[in-house]
């Protein structure tokens, strides 16, 4: 990496022995009866060993329970929980790298500051309280200058804790009264889209996914971003159900499935409305449920006359008789699971297509049914005490300026209508690494470059970002501090336990939020609160959903399961009628087609077709198994599996290119470009490419990553990221 600081590790028995006992009751040895039932599972367990009990706080919808061995203070080995029903006692490959994650040898170890030019390279280590000094002194300085907004923190979901994430680093900066940050890069289309159709964001517990007779999974690459799920599509699979992917990548569960849809990216609305244009004109609809619990229904209807299938099949690329098929299918074949990803909805009309997406399972009636339903995404079961946990009532001013993460490159250069008067001075980064994972990173690194901007990140390791920094801290491990997770797909709350203390000089946000917090001088309780605490204040919102879910309980069982039943089993639906809205007055208000409709990316032949002449090939880069999001490309083994830095292009694309297999390409539009290796491969059709989300831009070939071309448009719902609306062009170097 080029950087002049050697992390050390020093943690000696003894130092270990002294922390364990000052963690105290926090710090608790599982029971005998557990350990067995860990060494049943295949774990080998010379004594003395320790097992201490994690949630992966990694952002994925599997947010394993993992069982980590501690011998003379080190972990030797990460398994998953063999008892839990999710996790069944393995992580996903990355899991199973954890200790050489935790040991890396370029984990940042100590609080360091730049040494010379910004991206530089050079540091120096410094001590904590220079860095506490340095940090406060600045916001000080900036508060009573040019006011508190000129501050923005950014932080997304490195580690998603409830504690360190959620919570406390909220109460710092809502004492502060920093610029708020709109966290909209993920799933926020697909959310109000959900709402307008069914009042409120949740899905079904994928426990219960063995008893459905048809699994749709559309746009959801299970494989990648949720392996622990499958094994449930399998046992429904085993009792006979079907499986229909659409997707527009032929994914691995797509390779197994009853049927593939290969839709264009982008036209999910217009197959959603043809798909109901068959089934409302064939009389195949749920017509006592549509006429008991849902209003607009005859909106719907003529909205889709005019998706015809032959239609439809121009619009998405899908033949008619394929359109056609499923729609008869899914009438027919109950209970069925609908199950939407978050890929697709990272498109400028991402909002429209989960919406039209959404009011399929109400026009079959797989609403409030066991085996059935439609998922999205559990927000809505998170039912902690978010005031408590945030403070909203620390903010002073209440009318502080929100800047959209999705515009960080812009924001920076003062190019947003917020920041051209009022520009960006400070920006602290904490769970996110924005110059690898946001959108058109090449601004972002003009912005990082600003001699004016003072930048403190903290992290476990040197990033993209932390490059460009002022100052950078050094962040703890989960299995370093105490926290809470949820799962967004399943249903539970799950108790992160330290396995050991933190290494070098690290330490968890919660630590470093509640310093700073005292040299600001701020002196509420609730900024000097340890994580036990927190958690405590946050699970104690009241929610029946949390029934029997405590500290204690979940101290005793590490993951305890939320107290919920079949979603929507009294058909009662928080929308403004009461009932699923096909046709949504609030949808009108906000300016959309009341009922759905299909609108051309903001990219493509259709809205830009000069650009489309010039970048002809859609650019799709979605997750891989190999990393979440940004994080373990630095690591040996990770890297020793990972296929590389490919692309995906069909053989007719690569062909009239004189692109073969294993060619370096470069991927190129106005805003960037990449080198990546061609794989030349029909899992994508002619005029579509893929290569996966978000390696570093050092270790990749030409020192840019695909986020160098992605777009910083927003969508067309919550502010959305739009990475999938992305043209380029490719050429053979
Ligand atoms: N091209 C493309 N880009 C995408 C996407 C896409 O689909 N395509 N998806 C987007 C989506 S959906 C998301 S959610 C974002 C995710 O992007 P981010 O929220 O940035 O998440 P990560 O890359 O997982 O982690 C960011 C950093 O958190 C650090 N970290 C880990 N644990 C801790 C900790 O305990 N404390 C601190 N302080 N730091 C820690 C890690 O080392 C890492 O550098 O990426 C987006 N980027
Ligand atoms: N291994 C691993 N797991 C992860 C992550 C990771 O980086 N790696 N990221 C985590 C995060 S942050 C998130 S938000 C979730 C995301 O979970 P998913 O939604 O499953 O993942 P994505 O890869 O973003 O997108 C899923 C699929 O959307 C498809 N897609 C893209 N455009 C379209 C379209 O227009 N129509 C249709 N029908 N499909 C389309 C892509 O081909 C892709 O297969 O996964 C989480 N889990
Ligand atoms: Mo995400």
């Not at 799920?229 to 992917?245: M, P, Q, S, T, Y």
């Not at 005859?298 to 499923?326: C, H, N």
């Not at 509420?524 to 204040?537: G, H, P, T």
């Amino acid at each position: 990496m080029g950087n002049k600081f050697k992390p050390e590790m020093k943690m000696t028995r003894r130092s270990f022995l002294a922390w364990s006992a000052a963690m105290g009751a926090g710090f608790s040895l599982i029971s005998l009866a557990e350990r067995m039932t860990v060494e049943a599972a295949g774990v080998k367990s010379p004594e003395p060993a320790s097992y201490f009990y994690q949630a992966c706080p990694r952002n994925c919808h599997d947010t394993c329970t993992l069982i980590s061995k501690v011998v003379n203070g080190r972990i030797v080995h990460v398994t998953g929980d063999p008892t839990h029903p999710i996790t069944a006692g393995t992580p996903c490959v990355k899991g199973h790298c954890y200790p050489t994650w935790v040991y890396h040898p370029e984990r940042i170890l100590y609080p360091l500051k730049r040494a010379g030019k910004k991206g530089g390279g050079d540091w120096e280590r410094i001590s904590w309280d220079e860095a506490y000094t340095t940090i406060t002194d600045k916001f000080k300085h900036l508060i009573a200058s040019e006011g508190a907004e000129t501050i923005l923190p950014y932080s997304y979901s490195g580690n998603l804790g409830i504690v360190n994430n959620y919570g406390v680093p909220f109460r710092f900066w809502n004492k502060l009264g920093a610029s708020k940050l709109e966290r909209a890069v993920c799933s926020d289309a697909g959310k109000p889209a959900t709402k307008y159709t069914y009042g409120q964001v949740g899905g079904i517990d994928p426990e219960t996914y063995a008893r459905t007779q048809l699994f749709v999974s559309w746009g959801v690459n299970h494989a990648a971003t949720n392996v622990h799920i499958i094994k449930f599509i399998n046992r429904a699979r085993d009792n006979g159900a079907k499986l229909v992917e659409i997707n527009p990548v032929r994914t691995p569960l797509a390779s197994q499935a009853d049927l593939h849809i290969q839709l264009r990216p982008g036209t999910d609305a217009a197959l959603a409305l043809g798909i109901m244009h068959v089934i409302i004109n064939e009389g195949l609809y749920d017509q006592s449920f549509v006429e008991t619990y849902t209003v607009g229904f005859d909106r719907l209807v003529a909205k889709v006359q005019s998706y015809p299938v032959e239609r439809v099949e121009s619009i998405t690329g899908v033949p008619a008789a394929a359109i056609v098929e499923f729609a008869r299918m899914y009438a027919a074949v109950k209970p069925s699971i609908l199950r939407v990803g978050y890929g697709m909805q990272r498109n400028s009309n991402g909002g429209q297509m989960v919406r039209a997406i959404s009011l399929l399972p109400a026009l079959v009636g797989m609403v409030g049914v066991e085996g059935g339903g439609y998922v999205y995404i559990n927000g809505d079961y998170w039912a902690y005490d978010w005031k408590a946990l945030q403070r909203p009532d620390l903010l002073a001013n209440q009318q502080v300026r929100s800047i959209n993460m999705n515009e960080i490159g812009k924001a920076l250069k003062g190019q947003t209508v917020e920041t051209k008067d009022k520009p960006i001075k400070a920006l602290f980064v904490y769970n996110s690494n924005p110059l690898a994972m946001a959108t058109n990173t090449n601004l972002i690194k003009q912005g990082l470059e600003r001699e004016d901007l003072f930048t403190v990140v903290v992290d476990p390791f040197m990033t993209d970002t932390a490059d460009y920094a002022d100052l950078i801290l050094p962040a703890a491990t989960f299995f370093e501090y105490e926290d809470i997770n949820s799962d967004y797909l399943g249903w539970y709350v799950r108790l992160n336990q330290p396995a050991i203390p933190p290494l070098g000089e690290s330490k968890s946000n919660l630590e470093i939020f509640a310093e700073l917090a005292k040299r600001m001088g701020y002196d509420e309780a609730c900024f000097q609160e340890a994580a036990s605490a927190v958690i405590k204040a946050a699970l104690n919102s009241g929610s029946p959903l949390f029934a029997g879910i405590t500290y204690e309980a979940l101290q005793a069982k590490h993951w305890l399961k939320l107290n919920l039943g079949t979603p929507f089993a009294d058909k009662k639906f928080k929308t403004p009628s009461g009932k699923i809205e096909f046709y949504s007055e609030s949808l009108a208000k906000a300016g959309f087609d009341p009922v759905a409709e299909h609108v051309p990316p903001a990219e493509g032949p259709e809205a830009t077709p000069a650009l489309f002449i010039r970048y002809p090939l859609r650019f799709l880069t979605p997750a891989t198994k190999h990393f979440i999001t940004t994080q373990f490309h630095n690591l040996p083994y990770i890297q020793e599996i990972y296929d590389g830095p490919v692309i995906f292009i069909n053989p007719q694309d690569a062909g009239s290119r004189g692109i073969e297999a294993g060619d370096w390409v470069q991927v190129f539009n106005d805003r960037g470009q990449v080198r990546l290796k061609a794989a030349v491969t029909e899992a994508v059709k002619p005029g579509v490419v893929m290569s996966p989300k978000a390696p570093w831009h050092k270790l990749s070939p030409g020192g840019s990553n695909i986020n160098a071309l992605a777009p910083d448009r927003l969508g067309d719902m919550g502010g959305v990221s739009t990475y999938h609306t992305n043209l380029v062009q490719i050429a053979k170097v």
